[in-house]
């Protein structure tokens, strides 16, 4: 059974920082891509950024130079760096993995979300 759990949300004020973390957990052999995503109320979850095992990444374009993804391939885990935050950022923020290998094979999970709240 494999967890991602995210941590590291809160309120900020516009101009803020945060940095989000996420950790896989389980009987895991490896993390191909690992991704974050956003969604604010009423509207459809969007992709944030991603990063590769080897390192690649690629952001959302209203957030490059803002945010930063990264992640530590030894811990299962993987960072989002939010600087220069946004009321416009405000969102539930979920950690994707894609795919994971264990004893079954490979499969994506998702983590359980953390709130992201900008505004004065």
């Known amino acids: 059974q494999v967890q991602l759990v995210e941590s590291g949300g809160g309120w900020v004020q516009p101009g803020g920082s945060l940095r989000l973390s996420c950790v896989a957990s389980?009987?895991?052999?490896?993390?191909?891509?690992m991704a974050w995503y956003r969604q604010a109320p009423g509207k459809q979850r969007e992709l944030v950024a991603t990063?590769?095992?080897?390192?690649?990444?690629n952001y959302r374009y209203s957030v490059k130079g803002r945010f930063t993804i990264s992640r530590d391939n030894a811990k299962n885990t993987v960072y989002l760096q939010m600087n220069s935050l946004r009321p416009e950022d405000t969102a539930v923020y979920y950690c994707?993995?894609?795919?994971?290998?264990?004893?079954?094979?490979?499969?994506?999970?998702w983590g359980q979300g953390t709130q992201v709240t900008v505004s004065s």
């Open positions: 994707n993995a894609d795919p994971v290998y264990t004893d079954y094979g490979g499969d994506d999970y």
């Open positions: 389980g009987s895991i052999f490896s993390i191909n891509a």
């Open positions: 990063i590769t095992d080897g390192g690649s990444t």
